[in-house]
C-alpha cells in the first residue's frame, strides 16, 4: 500500500484529500510528525506537536451515499479502541460518535471527511489523532482538564509503529467486514461494549436547540437513541451535533 510520511506538514486530512482526488488507491496512508494546521471537528483546531502523537489519514473508496460517511467514524473509533487496549492494556471507550477516551478524557480525535458527486461518494478521508508519548505536563490548564495521552496511562513512552500497525489491521478487519456485509453492526457491537456514552446524560448541542437527554443504545447503523426530557426515543445523527458528557 502508498505509504505518505511527512517529518511536517499542515495537515494529514488535507494531504490525503488532495491524493485522493487526484487518485489515489483504496488503503494510502498519510502520517505525519508533525501537524502545524491540525483540524478537528467543527472548525477546531488540532494541537499536533512533533514526535509525540501518531497524526495519520487514510484514504478509503467505498461505494456509499454521503449520507453514510459517519458509518466509517464508527468503524475507525471501534479500531483505535481495539488497538489501545490490546497494545497497552488501558481501558480505552468511546465516547459517541468520534472521541476515544482514557480515564474520562480525550486521548483520540477522528475527523471523516469526503469527496461526493452528486449522490456517490468518490473518496473517504479518515483522519486519526492521537496523544500517544504527549506529556500531559505541557499541556495548558484548560486543556489538562480535558485530554490526556496514551503515556499518561501507561507511565512511559509506548511504540507509535505498534499502535499504528495494531489500527490498520483492526480498521481493515472492520472496514472489509463492512463492505461485504453492507452493514457496520460489527463495530456497532464494539462500540457500544466499550461505550462510555450510554446509560449516561448527555448533551447534545444542535445549531439551534440544546437537549439534555439520557444516552440509551446504538442502532445498527451507529446512530445514537435517546430518551428525550418528555420521555420520547429520538434517533441522533452524527456529525448533525456536539455530544456532552
Ligand atoms: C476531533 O476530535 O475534533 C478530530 C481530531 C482529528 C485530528 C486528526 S490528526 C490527523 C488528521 N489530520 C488533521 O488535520 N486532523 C486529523
Given amino acids: 500500500r502508498r505509504i505518505v510520511h511527512y517529518d ?12 485522493a482526488a487526484e487518485g489515489a488507491e483504496e488503503g494510502a496512508v498519510v502520517i505525519a510528525e508533525e501537524q502545524t494546521g491540525g483540524r478537528g471537528r467543527l472548525g477546531r483546531q488540532w494541537v499536533s506537536p512533533k514526535g509525540a502523537g501518531i497524526w495519520m489519514s487514510l484514504v478509503l473508496r467505498p461505494s456509499i451515499e454521503p449520507a453514510e460517511a459517519a458509518k466509517i467514524t464508527q468503524i475507525a473509533a471501534a479500531a483505535v479502541t481495539l488497538a489501545i487496549r490490546r497494545v497497552t492494556g488501558c481501558e480505552a471507550g468511546i465516547k459517541w460518535p468520534n472521541d476515544i477516551i482514557l480515564h474520562k478524557k480525550k486521548v483520540c480525535g477522528i475527523l471523516t471527511e469526503m469527496g ?7 473518496y473517504i478521508v ?18 489538562k482538564r480535558i485530554a490526556t495521552s496514551i503515556k499518561d496511562c501507561v507511565g512511559n513512552n509506548i511504540s507509535r509503529k505498534e499502535i499504528v500497525l495494531h489500527i490498520l489491521k483492526e480498521f481493515e478487519d472492520l472496514y472489509l467486514d463492512f463492505i461485504y456485509t453492507k452493514s457496520i453492526k460489527k463495530s456497532v457491537e464494539i462500540c457500544k461494549a466499550y461505550s462510555v456514552t450510554l446509560g ?20 445498527e447503523e451507529g446512530e445514537l437513541i435517546i430518551r428525550n426530557q418528555e420521555g420520547q426515543m429520538e434517533k441522533i445523527i452524527s456529525g448533525e451535533v456536539s455530544v456532552r458528557g
Fill in 8 to 19: 511536517t506538514i499542515d495537515s494529514t486530512n488535507t494531504v490525503a484529500k488532495k491524493i
Fill in 200 to 219: 449516561n446524560t448527555v448533551k447534545i448541542i444542535n445549531r439551534d436547540q440544546t437537549i439534555i437527554a439520557e444516552a440509551v443504545d446504538l442502532t
Fill in 116 to 122: 461526493a458527486e452528486l449522490n456517490s461518494v468518490s
Fill in 126 to 143: 479518515v483522519g486519526i489523532g492521537i496523544n500517544a508519548n504527549v506529556d500531559v505536563a505541557l499541556f495548558p490548564e484548560e486543556v
